[in-house]
């Protein structure tokens, strides 16, 4: 009889750890998908489109609520009829605001550490020794060379 009770409590608290897992993991991606509005932008030289929270290559124009017209090629034309090219990190919300993708910016400070540690210099006696310039080690005197 006790085993049995320790059975059912242990089950019971195995039931209701897997039903808050399952619901946080739930509301956590429904918060990502809302964090992520729905846009067009210049990714890598191809224009994308994100549409309900996914990333796809736009393969036909957007239509954005005020009126601009997004084209796959990169152009975009306004309502009153002036035109716009895309670069590389633009984004377009569907409001028709341009700005920069939060996705985009994640994607430019990735870029930015990689050629930040591109100009890192090191002592070749002392790797932990680093520096953003050319220089003489503190502990050895030698000149720093740069990273490859």
């Known amino acids: 009889m006790k085993n049995k009770m320790i059975t059912q409590l242990l089950f019971a608290v195995l039931f209701l750890m897997v039903g808050l897992t399952t619901s946080t993991t739930f509301a956590q991606n429904k918060m990502d998908t809302e964090m992520m509005k729905d846009c067009c932008m210049m990714k890598d030289g191809k224009m994308m489109q994100m549409k309900d929270g996914k990333l796809m290559r736009m393969k036909k124009k957007m239509i954005m609520e005020n009126g601009t ?8 034309v306004m309502k009153d009829g002036s035109r716009m090219k895309m670069k590389e990190g633009n ?3 569907s409001s028709g605001s341009m700005d920069n993708c939060s996705m985009m910016v994640k994607g430019a400070s990735k870029m930015k550490s990689e050629k930040q540690a591109m100009n890192t210099y090191t002592c070749p006696m ?6 953003d310039k050319s220089g003489k080690c503190p502990k050895c005197n030698m000149d720093l060379v740069q990273n490859k």
Not at 69 to 76: A, E, H, I, L, R
Not at 126 to 131: A, F, G, M, R, W
């Open 91 to 93: 984004c377009m919300d």
């Open 69 to 76: 017209k997004c084209k796959p090629n990169g152009v975009c």
């Open 126 to 131: 002392h790797p932990e020794v680093k520096s």
